[in-house]
C-alpha cells in the first residue's frame, strides 16, 4: 500500500482520515501471468494501480491482437470509458506476467470521491493522464518505428526490459523481425 499512497500523495497531499480510507477500500489483488484483468465486451468494474508487474492493453483487428499499451509498476489502469461510463469495453487487458496490483471497484471509488483530497487527487491525476496522453499521441504519431522504439527505451525503460518483443513490435506497428532489426542497429 506504500506504493500507491506515495504516488498519490505526491500529487495530493492527504491527510490520515482520507488515507485510512484508502487503506479500507482499496484491495491488493494478483494476477498470473497470461490471466485477463479486463476483457473485450464486459464492463470494467474498477481501476488498479500496479504494485508490481506488466500489464498489456490491447484489441482484435481482423482477428490480429493488436498491443495499444503496456503499463508497469506504480500507474493506473482500467479501460477509461468502460469504467467511469460503466459501459463494455473495447479493449482488453492482460497481465504479461504475475502481477499484483491494488484495485478500487466502481463503487467504492465513489465513496471516496466523497472525501475532499482524494477528489482533488482524482481531479489531478485525471489532468496529469490527459495532457500526457494529447501529448504522446501527437508524437508518437508522426514518428517512425525506429523513432518509437527509441522514445520507448529513453522515456519508458521498464516497457522494453520487461514485455515480450512481438508485444512491443505491434505497439509500435513494425513486424517482429523489423524491431529486431531497429534493435541490431542500436548495439
Known amino acids: 500500500m506504500t506504493e500507491l499512497l506515495s504516488t498519490i500523495n ?13 487503506k479500507k477500500y482499496f484491495v491488493e489483488e494478483k494476477f498470473l501471468k497470461n490471466q485477463f484483468i479486463i476483457c473485450e465486451g464486459k ?33 493506473f489502469v ?35 470521491l466523497e472525501y475532499p483530497l482524494f477528489s482533488k487527487f482524482h481531479i489531478k491525476l485525471l489532468r496529469l493522464y490527459l495532457s500526457r496522453l494529447n501529448e504522446f499521441h501527437h508524437f508518437y504519431t508522426s514518428m517512425t518505428a525506429q523513432e518509437r522504439y527509441f522514445y520507448l527505451l529513453k522515456s519508458l525503460p521498464q516497457i522494453v526490459l520487461k514485455a515480450k518483443l512481438k508485444d512491443i513490435a505491434s505497439l509500435i506497428g513494425v513486424s517482429p523481425e523489423t524491431l529486431s532489426r531497429i534493435r541490431a542497429q542500436i548495439n
Open 10 to 22: 505526491s500529487l495530493q497531499v492527504l491527510d490520515e482520515k482520507t488515507e485510512q480510507a484508502i
Open 43 to 75: 464492463i470494467s468494474s474498477k481501476i488498479y494501480f500496479i504494485k508490481s508487474g506488466l500489464i498489456r492493453r490491447f484489441s482484435l483487428q481482423d482477428g490480429i491482437e493488436v498491443t495499444k499499451w503496456i503499463y508497469t509498476d506504480n500507474q
Open 78 to 112: 482500467t479501460s477509461l470509458s468502460s469504467f467511469f461510463e460503466q459501459k463494455p469495453s473495447f479493449e482488453s487487458f492482460q497481465a504479461s506476467e504475475d502481477t499484483v496490483v491494488y484495485s478500487l471497484s466502481y463503487q467504492h471509488e465513489q465513496i471516496l
